[in-house]
């Protein structure tokens, strides 16, 4: 098992709806990264979090310390937030990220 | 101020070549840290590099070598390059080398071994 876990793997949605994307993660951790990837590879730091609820225009993201969860919320998507979106968390005390394996989210016209 | 830049942006090799990858982190960065993000897949910890001194290596085998330069920037050789080692490479900067430090990525390397 997989110490980062996101679901769901893909995600198809219209323009407008409320997208969702989970991670769960099995260590402790100093931090919880959400990236953003587009098709060119570069890597965006969406959020830091280490507890509570962050936001950002209409991206909004939560950690639940206690059930190791974290989620990515974006509100009125739009067909330009296509794109893979990952979560990664740094355990405590630990150099590296440990990433998921991405979330990769289309948004249709 | 320029964001963390790597290059070159594309590369093909061919099998057993050696290549090396570079990176220059954002200024005041001391950390530099190497990813390879095979397709379909999140990145894996190559390296992380800390003041010159290699502060974490990730289960890659000893083909794959760094240093840090004094002025922070990074280089990232592998040797004897097989077929499988056709990635993209990312590098990362950041202020400190673990806890809770933000993580910034320059565009990648994308190697292709031919």
């Known amino acids: 098992k997989n110490e980062v876990e996101q679901s769901p793997q893909n995600l198809t949605a219209q323009e407008g709806e409320f997208i969702t994307i989970n991670c769960s993660y099995s260590?402790?951790?100093?931090?919880l990264h959400w990236l953003q990837q587009h098709p060119g590879g570069g890597i965006v730091s969406l959020f830091m979090?280490?507890?509570g609820k962050k936001k950002h225009g209409r991206l909004i993201a939560t950690i639940n310390i206690q059930e190791k969860h974290s989620s990515l919320h974006i509100t009125a998507s739009h067909p330009r937030d296509s794109a893979v979106y990952i979560c990664?968390?740094?355990?405590?005390?630990?150099?590296?990220?440990?990433f998921g394996q991405g979330t990769r989210l289309t948004i249709n016209p | 101020d320029a964001g963390v830049t790597q290059s070159p942006t594309h590369l093909i090799k061919t099998r057993g070549q050696q290549v090396t990858l570079r990176c220059s982190p954002i200024s005041g960065h001391k950390s530099v840290s190497w990813y390879q993000q095979v397709l379909g897949q999140g990145p894996q910890f190559i390296f992380q590099y800390y003041e010159k001194e290699e502060r974490g290596r990730g289960n890659f085998p000893d083909r794959f070598s760094a240093r840090q330069f004094p002025n922070y920037s990074s280089e990232l050789n592998v040797n004897a390059l097989l077929l499988g080692d056709s990635a993209l490479y990312l590098c990362?900067?950041?202020?400190?080398?673990?806890?809770?430090?933000?993580?910034?990525f320059g565009q990648g390397t994308r190697l292709t071994v031919v």
């Open positions: 990362a900067s950041s202020l400190l080398t673990a806890g809770f430090t933000e993580a910034f």
């Open positions: 979090l280490s507890s």
């Open positions: 990664a968390v740094r355990s405590a005390g630990a150099q590296k990220l440990v």
């Open positions: 260590v402790g951790i100093s931090a």
